[in-house]
């Protein structure tokens, strides 16, 4: 009876990359503004073009190229050339400014020491994620990896979170998703996930205290904690 009550909720947890385990912001911006450069256009602000991100490379460069959060659509050579310049630009600098958050090496290996099954969801390309997370060491830490382009739906739709709990072989009702933007937290949601959110991430400019979520933990340490304890 007694190990009844002591067995794990969770069998695995299934994490946002920028803004919930690595701070991208100073490479996104820097390739962002690369790019209005090459296109002869002034350079943003870097928590402008913070607030940009979270919807996938694509919409951020519709953003970047329009300055407006709605993406208002530039003509298609013109995003055809802005597309092509920020990848150049990004691959270039991807994991050279950005800084993995506090507590995230140390929540990781607590959740694999509990046994959990571990994966990355992310709306970054493929071409960028595998290479940071090699680099920041965090790819040792992750049993799958979803990518903006391993399918056809990004987040919010809840196709990436349902696709990872496949790949860990676990059910999304024994999973929980970790992120910082309304994006993680309606693909979640939909997909039948418990939600955690940190506060120090992006969103799109809003704060996480109006997201559908179940917990708003302070760091990925304190989400290892709060796994263990429910």
């Known amino acids: 009876m007694a190990s009844q009550t002591t067995k794990r909720s969770f069998d695995a947890v299934l994490l ?9 912001i100073p490479d996104l911006a ?3 503004n690369a790019m209005r450069i090459d296109l002869a256009l002034p350079p943003l602000p870097e928590a402008q073009v913070a ?3 979270g919807k996938g490379v694509d919409n951020l460069i519709h953003r970047a190229l329009s300055a407006d959060l709605n993406g208002t659509a530039p003509s298609q050579e013109l ?5 092509k310049s920020f990848h150049r630009h990004y691959h270039l600098v991807n994991g050279t400014k950005s800084v993995v958050f506090e507590g995230v090496i140390s929540g990781l290996q607590a ?6 099954r571990l994966a990355i969801v992310t709306n970054k390309p493929t071409e960028f994620t595998l290479p940071l997370l090699e680099r920041t060491g965090m790819a040792q830490y992750m049993q799958a990896i979803v990518c903006g382009d391993t399918l056809e739906q990004r987040k919010p739709h809840p196709a990436p979170m349902l696709h990872a709990c496949a790949l860990l072989d676990c059910l999304p009702a024994r999973s929980v998703a970790i992120g ?3 994006n993680d937290a309606l693909s979640a949601r939909a997909a039948g996930c418990t939600v955690l959110a940190v506060p120090y991430g992006y969103n799109e400019g809003q704060s996480v205290q109006t997201l559908d979520v179940d917990d708003i933990v302070d760091t990925i340490e304190a ?8």
């Not at 946002?16 to 991208?24: A, I, K, R």
């Not at 995003?79 to 597309?83: E, M, N, V």
């Open 51 to 53: 607030t940009y991100v």
């Open 30 to 32: 820097h390739a962002t």
């Open 180 to 182: 910082d933007s309304i």
């Open 79 to 83: 995003f055809d050339l802005g597309r």
């Open 111 to 116: 959740m694999r020491d509990m046994g959990l």
């Open 223 to 230: 989400a290892a904690h709060w796994v263990a304890t429910h």
């Open 16 to 24: 946002d990359l920028d803004g919930t385990l690595m701070d991208t």
